[in-house]
């Protein structure tokens, strides 16, 4: 099972997250779950989050880049769910083992991030608090999923990134049963 | 004026920050404003936040570190007070000019943050998205003032942490008037 937790606070203005989420839903064995639809009130109920959690395979965490970071209610849910004993630390082994794929937008294009982009760094180097988050739960990193410039580009081409997307998961669930 | 944006999602059990705070809330000039004791809800008045930086001229985020990075509220303050046209944009330069200090506690000690320690990585490849933050919103960001270890650390080693931070706000306070 994939579960996709995804977590954009404007649900309904989203365009390149809803058309990459359009892309995969249909899909068997994948469960959305929309964190801002869930918990408007950032009252996250822990248990809840980690029962969906234990049956997945792959973990997505899917949302648009805020503050070169995920939004505050995944940062929240991170720190409420992956906790000691649970994630990591004596006893904590409910994530060890699975995958785990970051999925994000960006607002501005590739160019934007490099030493002489407006965000004066490559992409990568926002991508450690994300990636090391899920390998100190000994969860395995897969291959991030980017869209950049999710502002600019046109509809088709953000289709083709939810082909794309569709592939990606698609091919999981064919080599992993 | 400095501002001291102080977040620490379990006011009453924080050690490290305690200490490094009553070491420098007495100072002249120094307002410290803890965001989950305002906040419990993260029901945050940006109105609010946005006067209280206008006068500031040292921002500082105080922080112990979750998950590589700032608690979820601070992460909601990011995404609510420092917003498009205030903060960055067109017509967006409130906080231009302004200094920005970074002060984080870590559990973990300073080996931990290498390749070879738990952390997988130093402690500033978890900078980027921090500093960059600020840097986007046009404020100069100073030397982070960072303590590795506070779990381990004793009384005496985290007041001479104290003594350090008091150091670095009086000589900003005896430079800048």
Redesign the interface.
């Known amino acids: 099972m994939i579960l996709i937790v995804y977590a954009h606070?404007h649900p309904g203005r989203s365009e390149a997250n809803r058309v990459l989420l359009d892309a995969v839903r249909d899909l068997p064995s994948v469960r959305l779950h929309s964190l801002y639809d869930r918990y408007p009130?950032?009252s996250i109920d822990v248990q809840a989050e980690q029962a969906l959690l234990e049956p997945a395979r792959l973990v997505v965490w899917q949302h648009p880049l805020?503050?070169?970071?995920?939004?505050?209610?995944l940062?929240?849910w991170?720190?409420t769910v992956?906790v000691r004993g649970w994630a990591y630390g004596s006893g904590g082994t409910a994530l060890a083992g699975k995958d785990c794929l970051w999925v994000t937008t960006t607002g501005a294009t590739d160019e934007a991030y490099s030493p002489q982009g407006?965000?004066?760094?490559p992409f990568r180097?926002?991508m450690?608090?994300i990636e090391?988050?899920a390998?100190?739960c000994a969860m395995n990193w897969l291959q991030p999923f980017t869209v950049h410039g999710a502002h600019k580009i046109d509809y088709e081409a953000l289709a083709a990134h939810g082909r794309r997307y569709r592939e990606v998961l698609q091919k999981y669930l064919s080599d992993h049963g």
Chains 1, 2 share one sequence.
């Open positions: 606070p009130d950032f805020y503050w070169y970071s995920v939004p505050a209610l940062k929240l991170f720190e992956l407006k965000h004066a760094h180097a926002f450690p608090p090391q988050t390998r100190f």
